[in-house]
């Protein structure tokens, strides 16, 4: 399954190189609700990782809602996109917000670059989802 | 909680007349756990392998594997253990084909299908008497031995040194597929190549001249650490500025470039919201983690090891 | 260890595996020894004095036990093999094992064989050879007892040696020592058989040797299983051959020469007393090496 690529150099631990990359695809659409993730054996073997390493990103994720693990049957996308309570879903965004404000601003981009560039972003994003 | 499936305390080994190997060395290997155990050549790595699996007598302190000193438990522990090292010579009138039969009568769980399935996929001649094979065939027959064998622990010394990149690849793939099948297995491996740690060990720790430097999870000490690089709208960097949690630093005009422990999420985000500041922060790859720890004087690390994600678990 | 009532299948199944390792690995030259001895007792009959059978028994620790006690050591394999599950212990004792058994094999069998003077008797189904005469049937005997306790003390030396060596040159060392004990027992056998024959310090020889084989072969398993694995095991230096051939000839030198004097005191010593009318016959005649006119009284 080639949807994973890892860098176990980069610094940033794999475990959460592959729940960011599951959560990319998933909000992107390229894993649709419901369907199957590939074993933790069978990815561990693609990626060459460590098998504990994919079953903590796999249990992180399911912690986070993101995936259900069905015993005996597999790892799966969860039917209904987790969402977060509004409360932290604002605090969430004004972080965000504000680091890309301030990284954007270290480019010399005024107000206006930095809109255009967020828009984008979100029409790119929306282009991949099917629905 | 005492679920180490290895553990040394207060290691020491002298060899005649004055080689200090092994100085007062304190591991720990969680079961499940797949530690790495790095340091330069001659830290003593191959030393404290070899006093774990009793082949050498310590002077000083405890090393056990499975609860006890393996070199005086019975056989059923015993072959529980595997061990492959870079030194060792495999009996070299044998074939590998005889030395597997003969490992199938003395571990009770070995595997012939993935010990075939190994021999196949390292495209190895089993049927030459191990003598005529290269040292990289030789070990690769040791390594498929000790993981066919399915032991519930497992000692590699360096068994990737001298390997070329697909067969480390392979030998890595190999491990995975060894850790794969469920049963909660542990691997302890040395090795003085950082690169491979990444992909596989959950665990590190780091010896340096017979002591343990640094030890503990691998992502505690990777999502602890970050290169943080600030740079100041003057010309040089202000004297008596600092990052909180600054371990080394190195300035070059306006840039601060330092490895900084985080103790708290927003500890960056607050120097990014300084508007003279431009701040960038990267996370720290194993290798260049080490190579900047390797240059502190190895008597301060004290400070790292007091960090709160060291806990041994 | 678990102890011989505890085993289980498992166990068996590793003692066996064991076993036949060590068996496969010097099995040649276990044959190699049985079938020259076979040879020299059944066939040509050289061994017509008990004493010989003491040689032989010495000429096995110098073909098979330096090989085999040493062979981890030789060939570097000892960190491989310490690390087995097998362990220490069961090498060492399953060696022994199968050295003793094989030696008390072909030394026991062939004093039975000499006592009752079997080869002869078959021989004499054939032809009647004058070539020599036949044996007194001898009760058992402080002869025979050597015949098996001399080669089994060298037995136990040699492979002590070896098995502890910690350089490859000791365990080829062993072998030219071995050598020697060969030289050493031989001559003695036929020079004090006359003492030890009758009197009593034959008794004592056999204890001696009976408590000195097992007290040594209880020490070196004690001191094996402290032993600290050999490291570095290529075959560096010189070569396993080539250390055997040299311990062989100095050993063959040594025994050359050790033949060589005493063969020309005792010749002159044989030559002085018989003149000297101090030896009787039956003392000249018990020494039996060169078929000497007896002169009469």
Same mark, same amino acid.
């Given at each position: 399954m080639l949807l994973f690529s890892i860098n176990p150099h980069s610094g940033v631990p794999v475990y959460r190189q592959i729940m960011d990359q599951v959560r990319y695809h998933v909000a992107a659409g390229t894993l649709a609700p419901g369907q199957q993730l590939p074993s933790i054996r069978e990815l561990a073997h693609t990626l060459a990782v460590n098998p504990a390493t994919i079953a903590k990103a796999y249990s992180e994720l399911e912690h986070d809602g993101v995936i259900e693990l069905q015993r005996g049957r597999g790892a799966f996308i969860h039917a209904t996109p987790p969402s977060m309570p509004r409360d932290q879903r604002r605090q969430r965004l004004r972080t965000l917000a504000e680091r890309m404000a301030v990284e954007a601003r270290q480019t010399g981009a005024d107000d206006a670059d930095i809109r255009v560039a967020l828009d984008q972003a979100l029409t790119s994003l929306n282009r991949k989802r099917p629905s | 909680m005492n679920d180490a499936v290895i553990e040394a305390i207060d290691l020491s080994k002298t060899f005649r007349p004055a080689v200090v190997a092994v100085n007062g060395l304190d591991l720990r290997v969680p079961r499940g756990a797949v530690y790495g155990l790095i340091g330069r050549n001659g830290a003593g790595k191959s030393t404290t392998l070899r006093l774990l699996m009793g082949l050498l007598r310590p002077d000083r302190g405890t090393a056990h594997v499975l609860g006890s000193d393996i070199k005086d438990a019975p056989r059923e522990t015993r072959q529980r253990v595997t061990y492959v090292s870079q030194e060792q010579q495999l009996p070299w009138r044998m074939?590998?084909?005889?030395? &597997?039969?003969?490992?199938?009568?003395?571990? @009770?769980?070995?595997?012939?299908?993935?010990?075939?399935?190994l021999v196949r996929r390292f495209d190895l001649d089993t049927t030459r008497p191990l003598g005529t094979l290269s040292g990289g065939d030789q070990r690769r027959v040791a390594v498929i031995l000790a993981l066919a064998a399915r032991p519930d622990v497992v000692i590699l010394d360096e068994p990737a040194a001298g390997l070329d990149p697909v067969s480390r690849r392979q030998l890595i793939e190999a491990m995975i597929d060894f850790l794969g099948d469920g049963g909660e297995r542990t691997v302890l491996f040395s090795t003085h190549i950082l690169a491979d740690l990444e992909r596989v060990a959950d665990h590190i720790g780091f010896m340096d001249r017979g002591r343990m430097m640094l030890s503990g999870p691998l992502d505690a000490l990777q *999502?602890? &650490?970050?290169?943080?690089?600030?740079?100041?709208?003057? @010309?040089?960097?202000?004297?008596?500025?600092? !990052?909180?949690?600054?371990?080394?630093?190195r300035t070059d005009g306006p840039v601060l470039t330092a490895i900084v422990r985080l103790t708290d999420p927003d500890q960056v985000n607050r120097l990014q919201a300084i508007e003279e500041l431009r701040v960038t922060e990267h996370s720290l790859g194993l290798e260049d983690l080490f190579i900047e720890l390797m240059e502190r004087d190895p008597h301060s690390m004290g400070d790292l090891q007091s960090s709160p994600w060291w806990q041994h678990a | 260890m678990t102890t011989f009532s505890t085993l289980t299948d498992a166990d068996r199944r590793v003692w066996t595996a064991l076993a036949l390792r060590q068996w496969v690995a010097f099995g040649s030259l276990h044959i190699g020894f049985l079938v020259a001895w076979l040879v020299a007792l059944w066939v040509l009959q050289l061994v017509a004095h008990p004493g010989w059978l003491i040689a032989f028994g010495l000429l096995y620790t110098v073909l098979v036990t330096p090989g085999m006690a040493g062979a981890d050591i030789m060939d570097g394999t000892e960190e491989f093999s310490f690390a087995l599950p097998p362990g220490r212990r069961a !090498?060492?004792?399953?060696? &022994?094992? !199968? *050295?003793?058994?094989f030696l008390l094999l072909t030394t026991g069998l062939g004093s039975l064989a000499m006592a009752f003077d079997?080869?002869?008797?078959?021989?004499?189904?054939?032809?009647?050879?004058?070539?020599?005469?036949?044996?007194?049937?001898?009760?058992?005997?402080?002869?025979?007892?050597?015949?098996?306790?001399?080669?089994?003390?060298?037995?136990?030396?040699?492979?002590v040696v070896a098995s502890l060596a910690g350089t490859r040159t000791i365990v080829g060392v062993s072998w030219g020592i071995a050598f020697v004990a060969v030289g050493i027992g031989v001559f003695a056998s036929l020079q004090v058989e006359s003492?030890?024959?009758?009197?009593? !310090? *034959?008794?004592?020889?056999?204890? &001696?040797?009976?408590?000195?084989?097992?007290?040594?072969l209880l020490a070196g398993f004690l001191a094996y299983d402290q032993k600290e694995a050999l490291i570095g095991g290529g075959r560096a230096g010189a070569r396993s051959g080539t250390i055997a051939v040299v311990a062989i000839a100095i050993g063959i030198t040594v025994f050359a020469l050790a033949m060589f004097v005493v063969s020309v005191s005792y010749q002159s010593m044989t030559v002085r007393e018989v003149r000297d009318q101090s030896m009787t016959v039956r003392e000249v005649d018990a020494l039996r090496v060169t078929p000497l006119e007896t002169v009469d009284p």
């Open positions: - | 074939t590998a084909d005889e030395l &597997m039969a003969y490992f199938s009568q003395l571990y @009770d769980q070995w595997d012939t299908a993935f010990a075939t399935d *999502g602890g &650490m970050r290169r943080v690089q600030v740079i100041f709208s003057g @010309d040089r960097v202000p004297s008596g500025f600092e !990052i909180p949690g600054e371990l080394r630093r | !090498i060492f004792l399953t060696r &022994m094992g !199968i *050295g003793l058994a079997v080869p002869q008797a078959l021989w004499s189904l054939v032809a009647t050879s004058g070539i020599t005469e036949p044996n007194r049937p001898v009760t058992p005997s402080f002869l025979y007892a050597l015949a098996v306790l001399v080669p089994a003390a060298a037995f136990a030396g040699t492979f003492l030890i024959w009758d009197k009593p !310090i *034959g008794w004592m020889t056999c204890v &001696m040797l009976l408590l000195g084989s097992v007290l040594t």
